[in-house]
């Protein structure tokens, strides 16, 4: 099997991604230099080229449990990682600058955690009942509607480690 052949495209996006460990269920997302451009997003809803429109995960990434975004990669699209609902450990490099709405949402690392919800150093979620909320040292990021949902959300405490904060964000 070449090498190109054990790469993945997703559909209306930036980049492609790649099995690491199939045993250990580890996918990779990296930069690609594609038609003479590189590309570093990630997006298509999760959606791969195979023109699958479920709003599932497809092609085998439900039963991914590790994600590695590599560096190089800027944006993680509106509903990237959609219902990859295995999805329990995610890396993020230090080189994305914006994660888009739901990106990870119906994965078993946000279903497993209650108040505000991380992925890697990124805050993605809020439970709607969080009337104040702390956002840990070292986070580096708040993403698109990250607590559009938080209808209780009264105080707010953002560490200076934060350095992106989606438009949407609240």
């Known amino acids: 099997q070449s090498e190109l052949s054990e790469w993945v495209a ?15 269920k580890t996918f990779a997302v990296a930069p690609t230099f594609v038609n003479g451009r590189t590309m570093t ?13 479920s709003g599932t995960s497809v092609l085998g990434l439900d039963i991914v ?13 509106i509903k990237a990682f959609y219902n990859c609902t295995n999805l329990i450990n995610i890396i993020i490099s230090d080189s994305v600058t914006n994660i888009g ?13 209650t108040g505000v919800k991380y992925a890697d150093t990124w805050v993605v979620a809020c439970d709607e ?19 559009a949902g938080c209808t209780s959300l009264e105080s707010i405490t953002i560490p200076d480690s934060v350095t992106s904060i989606a438009v949407n964000a609240f």
């Open 65 to 77: 449990e590790n994600l590695v975004i590599e560096n190089g990669i800027k944006i993680i699209n």
């Open 101 to 113: 709405d739901d990106a990870f949402y119906g994965t078993a690392l946000l279903k497993n955690q």
């Open 10 to 24: 997703f559909r209306d996006t930036d980049s492609l991604g790649k099995y690491i460990n199939r045993d250990e």
């Open 41 to 53: 997003a990630i997006g298509g809803s999760g959606y791969l080229e195979d023109g699958s429109s």
């Open 129 to 147: 009942d969080v009337t104040s909320a702390e956002i840990k040292d070292g986070t580096r990021g708040i993403a698109d509607s990250a607590f």
